[in-house]
């Protein structure tokens, strides 16, 4: 038996310490670990034998530190993360000092009588306490006798004051009236009269300004995520003993009941007791239109009561309610990692060596040819500054958590990052028709009435009598009914007939609803036109009831599941984005097929027992088409677990969320099409930033080993990488549905 732990991680600065640490812990036996740079943290499962404080041992024994996660905060407000103020305070000493520095260094026409020396005296404190987190963390990777792009940094920066250093104190460039050129193209001098100082203050500044708005864009990424944690209610006011007493909302309790106010937040899952009213749950499920709720109905914690008072019984609570898991799907998903990703992390764990290596070698190559000092010394330097591979790890982890974010934000939870790599190949999408395509509620959809009578009466007597039962197509009349009269009338001798239907007294006449036969039972029958429109609205897969009174058989009332509002135009886009939809029901091929017809889908699967889904699913996939299956019912989890991607509707079952892929929390078809597109769009970002990661890296190092890159644009060029890779992520942040 195992137990899984997530462990926040300190210390870490690039792709290549988060490999190290994912390393070592994988060594420890029965252990499976995946660390997170983007997001410090560590998601590890192990054995039974094994305990935290093993894993936060081995952690620390690298070099790090490993910490569980606090308590959330109550108030739900954090204070800035303590890494952003000192590295704030490092970043703008650093520009006060480097400006003049790199002027210096820069425009001849600055350069005094003794300039050379007030550049030291500037950069000191640059080189030394600005640079000291590089230089730290190197040492440390050191002591464990490994190398990170920190390793990298340290050495370029230390190497450039050193021989700055020579060049004052044993060579000629402490002169005065010293004066040296500026070229981007390191120039061929002997080397004792050059100095680097504004390498060092500039590379120092142009690095930490990165790792600024690195944390800086980080945070923004993860902005998303803490929101949705914080979307619940601080505070609640629970009936107790017929008073009202306010308790935190974190004290309520299974079977609790509360008052929610006309514009308060619903403080936990629940139904509704007693109240009516309509619900704005736009900030969980991005839909915008209020949902109108009564007694009975269930409610989403962290939804907004936009009408009357309610009195709600909590059936969820803490880490059970539904904003609960979203959060934690979402979490999960940011501290996954793609196939494209564990590329990246590879080559990021051996590179830092190589590139020692390949300075080392450049520097012996130029010396070897009899060229200066300098410039072998230049072009090692530049090597070691320009192949820092921090933007390799950043390029996914950040698109996942700014495209997962944004989608918990509209209503979509994308459950791990092996997802993405599903929507870009998946084909063929099927749709469970019931809960999926339609309403999955019965609703009055005609009134088909004999001669003389009117639509209104009929409606008022047979509502007001189907009111009173409980059967999901009686309800489905008396909603019709009260939808278009308003207020029923009362009834008086209410009786059920089992398995024909219902009978009692409205506004003096005796009503009977339900079968033909029940109405035959008591001589009232149909006339052979209305009794051959029941057979066509049945044949067409709605159920008809029948209605008399007094002595006479008055009308049919048609009900049917009917097709959600926004199904077709959903259709209209998945087929947009290149997949072929493929109705699957239960149901009998009229009934498929009018629904079919209806959505504009082509392909239709009848009769399929709720087994048979999964073998469906099989089939299609025997056929070589690579297969997106959205469904919500407990029938369907087993067939979500076997497509190549599951998409279910957050309306439906726990069952079925649990085997999806996609988890869509607003019941609207369309979410579907928006989460291939956004799944789609955060696997374009993380293959683009790849791209430019490596393509960056692969077009810099030969020039910086030919010497014709100076290592202060080095500098420049690795700190905008990284800032390029999560701007180019935080680019997802602006995706909009197409609704």
Not at 32 to 52: D, F, R, S, W
Not at 75 to 99: M, T, Y
Not at 684 to 699: C, E, P, Q, S
Request: glycine share 10%.
């Amino acid at each position: 038996m195992s137990d899984s732990v997530e462990l926040i991680i300190g210390g870490m600065t690039c792709a290549s310490c988060a490999a190290r640490v994912e390393k070592k812990l994988n060594r420890m036996d029965g252990v499976t670990a995946t660390v997170n740079y983007a997001t410090e943290k560590a998601k590890v499962t192990y054995p039974a034998g094994i305990t935290t404080d093993d894993l936060v041992a081995t952690v620390e024994k690298t070099g790090y530190t490993a910490t569980l996660p606090a308590p959330a905060v109550a108030d739900g407000h954090e204070d800035e993360p303590d890494e952003l103020k000192p590295l704030r305070e490092r970043l703008i000493a650093s520009i006060v000092l480097a400006v003049p520095v790199i002027a210096f260094g820069m425009i001849p026409a600055l350069q005094f009588d003794y300039w050379q020396w007030a550049s030291l005296t500037l950069a000191f404190p640059v080189a030394t306490w600005a640079a000291w987190p590089f230089h730290k963390a190197a040492w440390t990777n050191l002591r464990h006798g490994a190398t990170t792009m920190d390793t990298l940094i340290s050495l370029g920066v230390v190497s450039a004051f050193l021989w700055s250093l020579y060049a004052l104190f044993l060579g000629s460039a402490g002169e005065p009236g010293m004066t040296m050129p500026f070229t981007l193209i390191p120039s061929r001098g002997t080397g004792a009269e050059e100095i680097y100082l504004e390498v060092v203050t500039a590379v120092t500044t142009f690095i930490l300004a990165g790792r600024y708005f690195e944390a800086r864009a980080k945070r923004r990424s993860g902005a998303a995520l803490k929101a949705l944690l914080e979307l619940g209610a601080k505070d609640v006011a629970v009936l107790r003993n017929g008073a009202e007493v306010r308790i935190p909302a974190d004290q309520l309790a299974v079977g609790d009941e509360f008052v929610v106010r006309p514009g308060e937040k619903i403080a936990t899952d629940g139904v509704i007791v007693t109240g009516s009213s309509a619900v704005d749950a736009s900030m969980l499920t991005g839909e915008s239109v209020p949902v109108e709720v009564s007694a009975g109905d269930a409610v989403v914690g962290a939804t907004v009561n936009a009408g009357g008072r309610l009195i709600v019984r909590a059936t969820r609570v803490g880490a059970d309610t539904q904003l609960a898991q979203m959060a934690r799907l979402v979490e999960d998903a940011q501290n996954g990692k793609a196939e494209v990703q564990r590329l990246a992390d590879k080559v990021s764990g051996f590179f830092v060596p190589i590139v020692i290596g390949l300075s080392l070698t450049t520097m012996g190559f130029w010396l070897g040819n009899g060229s200066p000092v300098e410039v072998a010394f230049t072009a090692a330097v530049a090597v070691l500054i320009i192949a820092c591979p921090c933007a390799l790890g950043l390029a996914t982890p950040t698109a996942l958590m700014v495209g997962t974010g944004r989608g918990a934000q509209l209503g979509i939870l994308i459950k791990g990052p092996e997802v993405l790599e599903s929507t870009r190949r998946v084909d063929t999408v099927v749709l469970d028709k019931t809960g999926t395509v339609t309403t999955g509620r019965m609703e009055l959809i005609d009134v088909l009435l004999t001669p003389g009578q009117e639509r209104a009466d009929v409606l008022r007597l047979a509502g007001a009598l189907e009111h009173s039962s409980e059967h999901p197509i009686a309800q489905a009349i008396a909603r019709g009914a009260q939808a278009e009269l308003g207020q029923l009338p009362d009834v008086e001798d209410f009786g059920n007939v089992e398995g024909l239907g219902v009978q009692g007294i409205v506004d003096g006449h005796a009503i009977l609803v339900g079968r033909t036969r029940l109405l035959e039972e008591w001589s009232q029958y149909l006339p052979d036109d209305l009794a051959h429109a029941k057979d066509h609205a049945e044949a067409e897969g709605s159920t008809a009831v029948a209605v008399g009174w007094d002595g006479e058989a008055r009308a049919v009332l048609v009900v049917a599941d009917t097709v959600k509002p926004t199904s077709a135009q959903a259709i209209g886009q998945l087929k947009a984005l290149g997949l072929r939809p493929v109705l699957l029901t239960g149901d009998n091929e009229a009934v498929a097929q009018k629904v079919a017809a209806e959505v504009g889908i082509d392909e239709v699967i009848v009769e399929v027992l709720p087994a048979g889904k999964v073998d469906a699913v099989k089939q299609l996939q025997g056929e070589g088409r690579v297969v997106a299956m959205i469904g919500d019912g407990v029938n369907d989890a087993a067939a979500l677990a076997q497509a190549d991607l599951g998409l279910s509707m957050g309306t439906g079952t726990d069952v079925a969320i649990e085997a999806s892929d996609l988890t869509l929390v607003r019941g609207d078809l369309r979410a579907a099409a928006d989460a291939i597109r956004l799944s789609r769009s955060t696997l374009r970002t993380i293959k683009g930033n790849l791209f430019w990661a490596f393509a960056y890296n692969v077009a810099a190092l030969p020039l910086a080993a030919a010497g014709l890159l100076n290592p202060m644009l080095a500098g420049a060029a690795m700190a905008f990488s990284s800032v390029f890779v999560v701007s180019n992520s935080l680019r997802l942040r602006r995706f909009r549905p197409l609704t």
